[in-house]
Structure formats: C-alpha cells, structure tokens
C-alpha cells in the first residue's frame, strides 16, 4: 500500500518518534509500505513520521548511488539510535520527500556508529561511512523530529521561508501522493 507522504507543516515530523516493539499490530506490512512509499516517490529513505506514524522506524536503499568505493545499501532501522559520530563535517545537497522542491547544502560527519535492532529484533551495532551515512543521518533526524532545514544558516532559511509556508498550505505540485494539514 502506499501512503501519501506528510508534508512540511504537519506536527507529525516535529515529534520525536517512540520504539516499538515486536508486538507492534502490522509491522511487516508497514515496512513493505514503505518500501513501496519510497519507490514511488523515487526517494532513498523514509522515515516512519513521513507517513503519520511517530514510531522509531526508518528504511532506506541508496542503491541508484551505488559506486565502487561505495555498494549500495538496502536496509531497515528499528528503535535506532546513532551512538558516535565521526570525521570532519562534509556538505551534501541535499532533499526531503516532505519538503519538495528545496535543496540544500547540509553538513554532516563521515561516519556513524548505530545501534538498532532488525525486522527480526535481533540488536545490530555497525559502522557507516559515504552516502549511506549520509541517508541514515537524515532519516534518523525525522525520528528525532528534526528536518534538514534545521542545519542550514538563518539566512538560507530566511530565503526559503515562504516557499515552506507554501509547502505546508498544500500550494506545491509532486508527482506523488502527499498528505498536507487542512486549512486553518
Ligand atoms: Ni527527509
């Protein structure tokens, strides 16, 4: 199934995002979605929030950067959390599926110690490096319920301010579905 991507504006992605259990009602089905979500939308992650669920959950698959330093990673985070960061901050442009239209510069570090558990819960602890840092930094700010808007200067902000007041009133055009707060 595929949902509509929530749009910038809606409270959803400012939240901080809670673990969930194994317990949890669908949850292989809600990481089938995603999938299927983020194919659609031709993005490289996504994080539970983007779809109206505040849940620890976030998948990404960087396989169309795949390089030969760097193959490409399809991957699921559960209950994530980054323990180490690493390495002299680097800019990337970079995107947002909830924030169409709007690119930006975004320093991060190299690498990334995290922790999380698999879609078995079974607990993972590894290194990433490249792009695939960069994605699962980016996705794990959604859980965290931070958006990449949020690292860049005053200024650049300042310049995108009305296009963001334009993006949460719905007055943007994607090719796939999203979700926007109704007009107040
Ligand atoms: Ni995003």
Known sequence: MIYPIVAYGDPVLRKKAQHITREYDGLNDLIESMFETMYASNGVGLAAPQIGKSINLFIIDTTSFEDEKYPGLK???????????????????????????????????PQIRIKYVDADFNPQEEVYDGIAARVIQHEYDHIKGVLFIDHISELKKRLIKNKLTNIAKGGVKVDYKMRFMPIR
Request: aromatic share 8%; net charge negative; glycine share 6%.
């Open 75 to 109: 991957k699921i985070f559960i209950n994530a959390e980054i323990i180490e960061e690493q390495g002299e901050r680097w800019d990337f442009e970079e995107g947002c599926l909830s924030i169409p239209h709007i690119r930006e510069n975004v320093k991060r570090h």
